[in-house]
């Protein structure tokens, strides 16, 4: 079945630098990708559309110039939380469909998510 | 806006019960319905799409039911195991193709 493969699953890193995410589909190729932030015991929250090849979409409230996002291939997308500080803590996760088949008619893959903390 | 609510948030059965999760979403105008399982700190598993169409959808144990015009699904999971337990998620896909979560049911099967 199709896979969407998250790198790092965990990363700790010192408040005031940048962290970089990656998601990759890995037998599919998708044109949007979507990133995801998840409290503890909270429903995902959608923070952006990745779009390849254009800038992202940001959802209400998501600092578009914190939350840097790349789609720079049809099986690429990245987040790069720059400047990081605690707050920014939390689990983020990358989603995509295999887009060949219909957006509607496919179900949504995750990525193994990613814990960031912040120290 | 769509809201999803999953009822119960939480819930501890036996070994060998059936479990029965209950997600419910407040605009109807959906073009389908995920479940998904997610172990501590892991993604999300896919585990059921049922399409807005259709009004069931199974795979092994699992069986997904999907009734739009009330704004419902049910996933049983027959014959519950321990490596049943987990954070079973249910998203609709509704609007400009987002994805609308609820906060899920926690599960935890006592052998």
């Known amino acids: 079945g199709a896979v969407v493969s998250q790198h790092p699953s965990w990363v700790i890193c010192k408040s005031g630098t940048s962290v970089k995410i990656e998601c990759r589909s890995l037998?599919?190729?998708?044109?949007?990708m979507f990133w995801y932030r998840q409290f503890p015991k909270q429903s995902l929250m959608l923070m952006a559309t990745?779009?390849?090849?254009?800038?992202?979409?940001?959802e209400q409230g998501v600092e578009k110039d914190k939350f840097l996002i790349n789609h720079a291939s049809l099986t690429l997308s990245t987040l790069t939380v720059t400047s990081a500080h605690p707050e920014d803590s939390s689990f983020y996760i990358c989603?995509?469909?295999?887009?060949?088949?219909?957006?509607?008619?496919?179900?949504?893959?995750f990525g193994q998510g990613t814990r960031l903390t912040v120290v | 806006k769509q809201e999803v609510t999953q009822i119960p948030a939480a819930l501890s059965v036996p070994e060998g019960e059936n479990l029965v999760l209950n997600c419910s979403f407040t605009?109807?105008?959906?073009?389908?319905l995920q479940w998904f399982r997610q172990d501590p700190g892991k993604g999300l598993t896919s585990l059921l799409l049922?399409?807005?169409?259709?009004r069931e959808q199974t795979s092994g144990r699992l069986n997904a039911s999907l009734d739009k015009s009330s704004g419902r699904s049910t996933l049983y999971i027959a014959a519950s195991q321990p490596g049943d337990s987990a954070t079973y998620l249910c998203?609709?896909?509704?609007?400009?193709?987002?994805?609308?979560f609820g906060k899920g049911n926690q599960v935890v099967v006592i052998p």
């Open positions: 049922i399409q807005s169409s259709q």
């Open positions: 990745s779009n390849e090849g254009s800038k992202a979409t940001y």
């Open positions: 605009d109807s105008a959906i073009y389908n």
């Open positions: 989603s995509a469909r295999d887009e060949g088949r219909g957006i509607r008619n496919t179900e949504a893959f």
């Open positions: 998203a609709v896909l509704y609007g400009n193709n987002r994805l609308a």
């Open positions: 037998d599919f190729q998708a044109t949007t």
